[in-house]
């Protein structure tokens, strides 16, 4: 394996979701535009680029979704009962307030439309293209020094209206971006016993399901 492969697998195996270690200091410009720009170079059905990139610094909006995030993590917590309740209620589920800024990941269906190549059979290959250009992001953050954390206790009605997203738009990620004092080396839901990381035999099959 030549240096290069080595980067990205240890990108790879280091990147984290990331909730309690951001540091709320500055992001350089240059480094969040490589960070967009690797996500924009993502694949995409049909070549459509179907995302679009809300980059959030407001602390005020970024306060009504962290309301919106604690209240649906109480509807969350209502579901459980004994010891998942005991143990989601050690776990943070976001750092919206800590991280320096956010970044909300749209999808637009119409984009490069009518006729997306690719998406006549599947029309969720528009919303998988999103998810590569969102793990291209936090790819690239990891290997910038930076966290990211995943958010995805909201409504999109919420972040629709919150953002002004276009009636048709979906929002499809709350992300949270920032330096971070460390990353983990075990995922958070693990260190809680929530869930652990299968091995990945687990996950392969030869020939059929
Ligand atoms: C689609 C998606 C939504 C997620 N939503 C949340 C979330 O709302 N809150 C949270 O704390 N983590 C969220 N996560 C992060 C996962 O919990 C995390 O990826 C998983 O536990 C594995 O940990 P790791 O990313 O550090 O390897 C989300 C991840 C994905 C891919």
């Known amino acids: 394996m030549n240096a290069q492969n080595t980067g990205l697998y240890e990108v790879i195996h280091r990147r984290r979701d990331v909730r309690a270690e951001y540091t709320g200091a500055p992001i350089p410009e240059d480094r969040l535009r490589r960070i967009l720009e690797a996500a924009h170079a993502a694949p995409s059905v049909g070549l459509s680029q179907p995302w679009d990139f809300i980059v959030v610094r407001d602390p005020a909006v970024r306060r009504a979704f962290h309301d919106h995030v604690r209240a649906e993590r109480d509807v969350f917590a209502a579901t459980l009962t004994g010891e998942a309740a005991a143990r989601f209620a050690g776990i943070k589920i976001d750092g919206v307030l800590e991280s320096t800024l956010s970044i909300a990941v749209t999808y637009d269906p119409e984009r490069g439309g009518p006729a997306v190549l690719g998406r006549h059979a599947i029309a969720d290959a528009g ?81 059929r399901w």
């Open 127 to 207: 919303l998988y293209s999103v998810c590569l250009a969102i793990q291209n992001l936090w790819l690239a953050a990891t290997a910038e020094g930076l966290g990211t954390g995943w958010v995805s206790f909201y409504r999109e009605p919420f972040v629709r209206d919150l953002l002004g997203i276009p009636d048709g738009i979906r929002p499809v990620a709350w992300l949270c971006l920032g330096p971070v004092t460390h990353h983990q080396e075990v995922p958070d839901l693990e260190r809680h016993a929530w869930r652990h990381r299968e091995p990945v035999e687990r996950a392969i099959h030869h020939d």
